[in-house]
């Protein structure tokens, strides 16, 4: 009998000391004041520092938090402290960095990093920087790097580099660098340099380069060189060069093409490529094209040394033969124009002299 009045009184005094510990954890406006020792296993409240179990309803200058912490709501701006371990939103929450796994029904946040597992049922983000698996069902951002697999419902995105799997239901994009695998509904995209797999619904691009393979819906393109195998159901373009193949449903352009592209119309100033547009290649004035073209018609209004395959085959300067409806050769004194074949030996610019009163090229 004894024995089980000890029991009852020892639970009586446990149970009374919860509420109380709870309020002499919290000041005045509910915060926490200075570095405090860390207490558990379980705690409820506002105190800054446990190791264990903490509860409590919304965080204001937490330390740290060994164990698990769940809050009801967001913790109050700046976002402090440390979660390693368990981080649990009912229905969100947030830290200065979480460090293990971040679980919101509705969202989970830091204001500095998050490593490790996140899920959000709205949304995920951080100031600095995501790292590991994260899968937000509205969105996903950073101002940071993202680095691992990130999977937003609608949005994906970064301030900084992404490395790893980045994919959206809608845009996936960043600010810097992409490494890996883009993956999005609408748009994906890279404000520098984007390599590995990029693929979107309507437009894929890159402020600098693209190198891998890129497929879109619509449109790529990117402010620098392509690289590797792009695909695009309208058209494909590069500020400098694109090299290697290029597939489009109506048009591919850049300054210079090397490889291989399929397009309805190919445009470009120098090509070294084979080339099949089934309605126009173009050279522009004063550009070069080494290679085979095949085309209704191939217009190269500079130098060419190889063969064109068309109906209608202009060409300024020409090494090599045009077979076609139409053969035009225009520095050619001679069989400047025949019907199915023509051709001509090399005829480079320093070897051809402008004709008296007249602007254009007769080789000399």
């Known amino acids: 009998m004894m024995a089980f009045i000890s029991v009852r009184n020892a639970l009586i005094v446990a149970l009374s000391a919860a509420p109380a510990a709870s309020l002499i954890a919290q000041d005045r406006d509910g915060a926490s004041s200075g570095h405090r020792p860390a207490r558990g296993p379980i705690w409820i409240g506002n105190y800054p520092n446990v190791a264990g179990i903490r509860l409590n309803f919304r965080d204001r200058q937490l330390e740290r938090v060994r164990g698990i912490n769940a ?5 109050h701006e700046p976002a402090t402290g440390r979660v390693t371990g368990l981080a649990l939103g009912l229905p969100m929450t947030g830290a200065g960095r979480i460090d293990g796994i971040a679980l919101g029904v509705l969202g989970a946040s830091a204001n500095g990093m998050l490593r490790g597992i996140a899920l959000g049922g709205l949304g995920l983000g951080a100031g600095d920087g995501i790292r590991g698996l994260a899968i937000g069902g509205h969105g996903i951002g950073s101002g940071g790097d993202l680095e691992g697999i990130m999977i937003g419902g609608l949005g994906a995105g970064g301030g900084a580099d992404v490395r790893g799997v980045l ?28 390599s590995g ?74 090509a070294r490529a084979i080339i099949i547009a089934p309605v126009l290649f173009r050279i522009e004035k004063g550009g070069a094209f080494r ?35 139409v053969n ?20 480079v610019q320093r070897s051809c002299s402008p004709a008296a009163g007249k602007r254009r090229l007769r080789c000399t």
């Open 291 to 325: 290679g085979v073209s095949v085309s209704s018609v191939n217009y190269v209004r500079g130098a060419q040394r190889g063969a064109s395959i068309g109906i209608v085959n202009y060409a300024r300067s020409l090494s090599g033969v045009p077979i076609g409806v």
């Open 197 to 270: 797999l990029l693929i979107s619904g309507i437009g894929s691009g890159a402020g600098r380069n693209i190198s891998g393979i890129a497929i879109s819906g619509v449109g790529l393109g990117a402010g620098g060189n392509v690289t590797g195998l792009t695909v695009s159901g309208v058209g494909a373009g590069a500020g400098g060069t694109m090299r290697g193949i290029g597939v489009a449903g109506v048009g591919i352009g850049a300054p210079r093409l090397v490889g291989g592209f399929l397009a309805p119309m190919v445009g470009t100033q120098d």
């Open 167 to 194: 994919v959206s239901g809608l845009g996936a994009g960043v600010g810097g660098n992409a490494k890996g695998i883009l993956i999005a509904g609408l748009g994906a995209a890279a404000g520098k340099d984007a």
């Open 71 to 75: 809050t009801v709501w967001q913790p």
């Open 328 to 347: 035009i050769i225009a520095n050619q004194r001679s069989h400047r124009f025949l019907p199915i074949v023509n051709w001509a030996q090399e005829c």
